[in-house]
């Protein structure tokens, strides 16, 4: 079995205090609904967003490869605005995977902006996860921050 890492970053036009609260802190709120029109159809949240909560998404049916995506928190750090999660069910390239989890950390990078940064941590059968694999991975979950971003920017009296 082999044990890999990988990281991505990307810049966002909203406060990381204002994104944090929006993405992260606000478990039964239906903003993934709202912000992924077309991508996701229904969001179900097992807990208080801590520690434990699991999250299910169940993606539209015009999205390929994916019908549902199921994570569950493992830590979460307010203060520093970090959240680690592990898939329990879907993704782009689960089937390769034995294990995948991501952590989220948003940084304040000047007024009204920061930057999300993602590492991916997996094990599998056999060696590394390819480079193309990996970027879709990376996609997938910048994706989300991207989308969150652009309805935040859309409806900025929302998390304000």
């Not at 229904?42 to 994916?66: E, L, W």
């Not at 329990?88 to 034995?98: D, M, S």
């Not at 990078?109 to 997996?122: F, P, Q, R, S």
């Not at 990996?134 to 652009?150: H, N, P, R, S, T």
């Amino acid at each position: 079995m082999v044990a890999g890492s990988f990281s991505e970053e990307v810049a966002v036009t909203i406060s990381a205090d204002r994104f944090w609260k929006a993405a992260f802190t606000n478990a039964k709120s239906d903003l993934l609904i709202k912000a992924c029109v077309g991508f996701i159809d229904a969001v179900d949240i097992d807990g208080d967003g801590g520690p434990g909560t699991v999250t299910t998404m169940k993606a539209n049916p015009a999205v390929p490869d994916m019908k549902v995506l199921k994570t569950r928190v493992v830590a979460k750090d307010e203060t520093a605005r970090v959240v680690k999660t592990e898939v329990l069910e879907g993704g782009k390239v689960t089937a390769q995977l034995k294990s995948e989890t991501a952590e989220m950390k948003v940084e304040a990078a000047g007024d009204g902006a920061c930057v999300v940064k993602v590492t991916v941590e997996y094990e599998r059968d056999g060696g590394p996860l390819a480079p193309e694999d990996q970027a879709k991975v990376v996609k997938a979950y910048l994706g989300l921050v991207k989308k969150v971003e652009a309805y935040l920017v859309a409806n900025p009296n929302e998390f304000a």
